[in-house]
């Protein structure tokens, strides 16, 4: 067993079994905080627990509580036992798929027959039986064993309600069945919508028994689903590191060996395109490192000898020797997934709408029944009617069409979500969207295109700018930096470069060679102003106020000069989706307060900021991946509930930890998986659009709620006053479950 530090003593994760609810969750963070000396979280998505424990608390006793309260728990193993096959995330979905399946076959004959006069061959209320009977007992057993654990514990949820309204209409049924007259040959369900008394003994409830089981197990395969899901931003995140590493021996001889085996103080090389293994300080070598994933800089870093490299982190230029600094759990991508983690564990349980009113609607239905039960005894009625009105209490009470409101409103809304290029991961992120009064935007790749063009040419007086870019460009089509490449792709599309002689790099300061231009030739410089200035080109006023406005504006600033004279500067920057502007002003439409929150330097945050109509004050700039953490907590602590747009590696920590996270689909994997709604065109005007669909399909789900119980509770008398005709019933069910479906399908029409 292993466990953190903490300064409240230790630190430990329980992988827990059996929660079937956000209250089940709920239910067992209690349980762990009695504990004197403990503090915990729990998170239903992991099915984790994040217990500090003091000294006099042991492990043992952490687990004793959770079983206490009618779950398990064990402590993560980092591998299987020899001979033993893990146990994998995958493998209960793929048991609640095979239980779904199951039921779904036997199930779809069953409500054919009853909803179908014309199927009712003699005798079929027998294969009824036969076929409901394995669904109500085999594949409604979660939902009996969770009623089980709540009875235990005197409380309910969802799966109380589903359990006893399942099991009655399957009682009842066994009884009109084998002592009633339910199960004589030619026995027919005909469409009746009258109002008379019964003894009941010739109706039987196998539809909406099998029918319920089946809808609600397939709403929980799809929640089982999106949180398998839950722990793919780590897999994702460290799936960025290297796998193997050129590790430089005595001799300066390399080696390949996986990245496990580099140590602290090890040598190895990073060449161009290749990721850097490890945290560390570069010996030799000068490059251009894109460190955008971890920093949200937009410009590639430049390094030469002592400088810091980050692991994970590419290597956009020259061969570099680099020194680790530190490895594996210490390195600062490992960290990152720590921050995650915890973001996700720390993030509040959204308790969902159906158990919170089933723990209401529950008992009060309960309390009827036993009621109904005592009054038609007093009242001298005989035991069989009693029971009769009795038991029609919970199966008019037996959620149909609550089995249906949120996954086919969920189904819908994500069906035309994906039509607009919203991915939405599961009902609990739609809550989140109602109240969302902050939008933290990340810059880069989410309000800008994350990649480096042409912004600008500014030639000398006299000086032609298309000849600038075209010999700018005709050079720096030799190198792979990325400032160098948007200069290159912007005179391409301009028309055919000379051809380039004698290219040379000049370590950190650009490039140089001779151009072929016809019949002429030209010693042509490349790069920083001060590569000219070594060369005594001086710029001109006119080249020096451009250079001083880019710089003033976020800017990249390069000096083109040949045959010993400065003749133009190229401006490049990370440039604006033509989108953005248009989508915040339609986020500020919604009552939303548009934050940009960016790793890049204020100069460019504020430009970028201005252009697309967001406040000064509401730029936030220079923050590392840690340090967005924080900000999103600072607003949360102000009271504001945050929704967060980004795209990046950088982001995801900051994704998980917002109230409502939205990744750019065409950014990495890490933020999409951290987040709770994936953008697929990665167009910020996107976000809107996810924002209003989500909040739209949230009040259907409500309405569906609402119209679910309320079909249910208006025959709540009828059922108690004995007055409960089964094809009435069976009608009130089917109206309420295709209102419900109808109410879902509107959302197709969403624009």
């Not at 980092?78 to 076959?105: I, M, N, Y």
């Not at 231009?517 to 451009?546: F, I, K, M, N």
Request: charged share 20%; net charge negative.
């Amino acid at each position: 067993m292993s466990t953190d530090t903490d300064p409240l003593g230790q630190q430990v994760e329980l992988a827990l079994t059996g929660m079937t609810c956000a209250s089940c969750a709920n239910r067992i963070e209690r349980k762990l905080n009695k504990l004197e000396g403990v503090s915990a979280t729990v998170n239903y998505a992991t099915e984790k627990a994040k217990v500090t424990y003091a000294d006099g608390v042991s492990t043992d006793d952490l687990v004793a509580a959770v079983e206490a309260a009618g779950y398990g728990a064990s402590l993560p193993r980092p591998a299987a036992a020899e001979g033993e096959e893990p146990v994998t995330e995958a493998d209960p979905v793929a048991t609640l798929r095979q239980r779904l399946v199951v039921s779904a076959v036997l199930t779809v004959p069953v409500i054919a027959m009853a909803m179908v006069p014309a199927l009712q061959f003699d005798n079929w209320q027998w294969l009824s039986l036969t076929l409901a009977a394995p669904v109500v007992v085999w594949g409604a057993y979660p939902f009996h064993r969770a009623a089980w654990t709540n009875l235990r514990h005197g409380t309910s949820t969802m799966d109380t309600l589903i359990s006893l309204g399942t099991l009655a209409a399957l009682g009842w049924s066994l009884y009109a069945l084998f002592w009633g007259t339910a199960g004589t040959t030619g026995m027919k369900h005909p469409f009746e919508l009258t109002i008379e008394r019964s003894d009941g003994g010739g109706n039987i409830y196998l539809e909406a028994a099998a029918g319920v089981t089946t809808f609600i197990l397939a709403g929980r395969y799809f929640e089982q689903r999106s949180k398998r899901r839950a722990g793919a931003a780590l897999r994702a995140l460290l799936e960025l590191g290297a796998k193997e590493v050129a590790v430089l021996g005595p001799d300066d001889v390399e080696r390949r060996v996986p990245v496990e085996e580099l140590g602290v103080g090890g040598r190895f090389v990073v060449r161009p395109g290749e990721k850097i293994a490890t945290d560390g300080v570069v010996e030799r070598g000068s490059s251009a490192v894109d460190a955008s994933m971890l920093t949200g800089e937009s410009v590639p870093v430049e390094v030469g000898e002592g400088d810091a490299v980050v692991g994970g982190c590419v290597n956009a230029g020259g061969r570099l020797v680099v020194r680790a600094t530190r490895v594996g759990a210490d390195t600062q991508l490992a960290q990152m997934a720590r921050l995650v983690e915890d973001a996700q564990n720390g993030k509040a349980q959204v308790q969902r709408l159906a158990d919170r009113i089933s723990g209401i609607f529950v008992p009060i239905v309960i309390l009827l029944a036993a009621g109904t039960l005592g009054f038609w005894l007093g009242a001298g009625n005989g035991l069989a009617a009693a029971f009769t009105a009795a038991v029609a209490v919970l199966i008019i009470a037996c959620p149909c069409a609550l089995g249906l409101a949120t996954p086919t409103a969920l189904m819908v809304g994500t069906g035309r979500g994906a039509q607009l290029g919203i991915l939405i991961k599961g009902p609990e992120v739609l809550e989140s969207t109602r109240a969302v009064d902050t939008v933290v935007l990340d810059k880069t790749g989410t309000v800008t295109t994350g990649r480096m063009t042409l912004r600008s040419v500014v030639a000398d007086d006299g000086e032609s700018a298309d000849e600038v870019l075209r010999y700018a460009g005709a050079l720096e089509d030799s190198s792979e930096h990325p400032i160098a490449r948007a200069i290159a792709d912007a005179a391409r599309e301009a028309g055919p470069l000379p051809i380039v002689e004698d290219f040379a790099n000049v370590e950190g300061l650009g490039v140089q060679g001779v151009l072929l231009d016809g019949d002429a030739s030209h010693a042509v410089l490349v790069g920083r102003p001060r590569l000219l200035e070594e060369w005594s080109q001086h710029l001109s006023p006119v080249l020096a106020t451009a250079l001083e406005e880019a710089q003033s504006t976020g800017g990249t600033a390069v000096a083109v000069g040949w045959d010993g004279q400065a003749r133009g500067i190229i401006v490049v920057a990370d440039a604006i989706k033509p989108t953005s502007a248009t989508a915040i002003a339609q986020l500020r439409e919604l009552g939303l307060r548009p934050v940009l929150l960016t790793g890049d330097n204020a100069v460019v945050a504020r430009t970028v900021a201005a252009e697309v109509g967001i406040a000064e004050e509401d730029v936030i700039a220079d923050v590392l991946p840690a340090d967005k953490v924080d900000v999103v907590k600072r607003l949360q602590g102000e009271g504001r509930v945050v929704a967060m747009v980004g795209d990046g590696v950088n982001d995801a920590a900051a994704l998980a930890q917002a109230d409502l996270g939205l990744a750019m689909g065409t950014g990495t994997d890490v933020a999409i998986e951290a987040s709770d709604l994936t953008l697929v065109r990665g167009d910020l005007q996107v976000a809107v659009d996810a924002i209003r669909l989500s909040r739209r399909t949230l009040a259907t789900i409500k309405g569906n709620l609402f119209w679910a119980f309320a079909y249910n509770i208006a025959a709540l008398p009828l059922a108690a006053a004995g007055l409960l005709n089964p094809m009435l019933a069976g009608a009130a069910m089917a109206f309420s479950s295709v209102f419900v479906v109808s109410n879902s399908l509107r959302l197709r029409g969403f624009r």
